[in-house]
C-alpha cells in the first residue's frame, strides 16, 4: 500500500472521528483506483487507522481482500460504476441524522452550505443498508448530487478526493448545527441572499 494513501485514510478518519462525526467504530471511506477500490477494514476504528486497516480489493470482481473489506463495499463498488466519483465518504454526522427523520430533504439556511450543496436529499429503503436495493438508490441519487443523506443511517459523499468528500460531510453536519441553534434562538428568520427562492432547487 503507497504511504500516501494510508497517510490520506489515516488524517480523514482522525478528522472525522475528532469532530464527532462518527462513532469509535462507524463509518467508512474509499478511493477508487482504476479498476481496484482501497476501502477501510470491517470493523476498523477511523480515529485511529493502521495500514493493515486498508482493503484493496477488485472494482468488478472479488478477491482475496473482499473478506476483510467493509460491510458496505457493495455500496462503493455501485457509487464507483454508476458515478465519476474517485473517492467515497461515509459518516454519521449526528445533527444532520436528527433532521433526517423528519426531511425528505434539507435545505441549508447559512451562507456557506447553500452555495456549496444547495441542498441534500434524504432517502430510504426497506432492506437492510448494504443491500443491492440500496446501492442502487443512492448510486442513483448520487450521480445527481455530491452528498446525500440516509434517513437515520448517515451521509454518503462522493469526490475527486477524501479530502472533497470530506468537505461536504463537513459542511452539512456544520449547516445542520447552524439550523439547530437558529430554532433554539427562535427569532424571526432575515432573509439575506440574493433569489433565495432558488437554493429550494438543485
Known amino acids: 500500500m503507497d504511504e500516501r494513501i494510508y497517510e490520506m485514510f489515516r488524517e480523514i478518519g482522525r478528522d472525522l472521528y475528532v469532530a464527532d462525526m462518527v462513532s469509535s467504530h462507524g463509518g467508512n471511506m474509499s478511493i477508487r483506483l482504476g479498476d481496484r477500490v482501497v476501502i477501510k477494514r470491517r470493523g476498523a476504528m477511523l480515529g485511529r487507522l493502521k495500514p493493515h486497516d486498508l482493503i484493496e480489493t477488485g472494482?468488478?470482481?472479488n478477491d482475496s481482500g473482499v473478506a476483510l473489506a467493509s460491510t458496505e463495499l457493495l455500496i462503493h463498488r455501485?457509487?464507483?460504476q454508476m458515478t465519476p466519483a474517485l473517492a467515497i465518504v461515509h459518516c454519521h454526522p449526528r445533527s444532520a441524522i436528527a433532521f433526517s427523520l423528519s426531511r425528505d430533504e434539507i435545505v441549508p439556511i447559512d451562507n456557506e452550505a447553500s452555495y456549496l450543496l444547495k441542498k441534500v436529499p434524504?432517502?430510504?429503503e426497506e432492506f437492510a443498508s448494504g443491500s443491492p436495493e440500496m446501492a442502487k438508490h443512492l448510486a442513483e441519487t448520487l450521480a445527481q448530487?455530491?452528498?446525500v443523506m440516509l434517513r437515520g443511517h448517515g451521509s454518503f459523499a462522493i469526490g475527486q478526493t477524501l479530502d472533497e468528500a470530506f468537505h461536504w460531510s463537513s459542511t452539512l453536519e456544520e449547516s445542520c448545527q447552524i439550523a439547530v441553534a437558529a430554532k433554539i434562538i427562535n427569532e424571526p428568520f432575515l432573509e439575506y441572499r440574493g433569489m433565495s427562492e432558488g437554493y429550494a432547487k438543485w
Open 122 to 124: 434524504v432517502i430510504w
Open 59 to 61: 472494482l468488478e470482481k
Open 78 to 80: 455501485t457509487i464507483y
Open 145 to 147: 448530487y455530491k452528498i
